[in-house]
Nanobody, 124 residues
Framework: QVQLVESGGGLVQAGASLRLSCAAS????????MGWFRQAPGKGREFLAA????????YYADSVKGRFTISRDNAKNTVYLQMNSLKPEDTALYYC?????????????????WGQGTQVTVSS
């Protein structure tokens, strides 16, 4: 069982940056591939970024490539999402997820474990 807790969201102005964190419980964090998703009001869940257990492989949605960076610190059981040049359309609830198969996160928007989310609001 893996528990995920996101933090770092907030209200920012367009053009600002935020770094989201997702802390995972358990001693097997390194064995899980991790991802970030978001869901805006009235819209479906959108994949943003994925990172392999070792951190050597990353994958991004075209909508955030070049603006968002996913990383992880296995010693701290934490995965991060650095978000730069934020836009009002980035406003959403941001979730992290964990799964043992990278492709589940990156291409199927599936994961064994999900966090509760952290709200990001970008004002114009």
């Amino acid at each position: 069982q893996v528990q995920l807790v996101e933090s770092g969201g907030g209200l920012v102005q367009a053009g600002a940056s935020l770094r989201l964190s997702c802390a995972a419980s358990g001693s097997t964090f390194r064995s899980y591939d991790m991802g970030w998703f978001r869901q805006a009001p009235g819209k479906g869940r959108e994949f943003l970024a994925a990172i392999s257990g070792s951190g050597s492989t990353t994958y991004y949605a075209d909508s955030v490539k070049g603006r968002f960076t996913i990383s992880r610190d296995n010693a701290k059981n934490t995965v991060y999402l650095q978000m730069n040049s934020l836009k009002p359309e980035d406003t959403a609830l941001y979730y992290c997820a964990a799964d043992r198969q990278f492709s589940n996160i990156a291409t199927r928007a599936k994961a064994d474990y999900w966090g509760q989310g952290t709200q990001v609001t970008v004002s114009s």
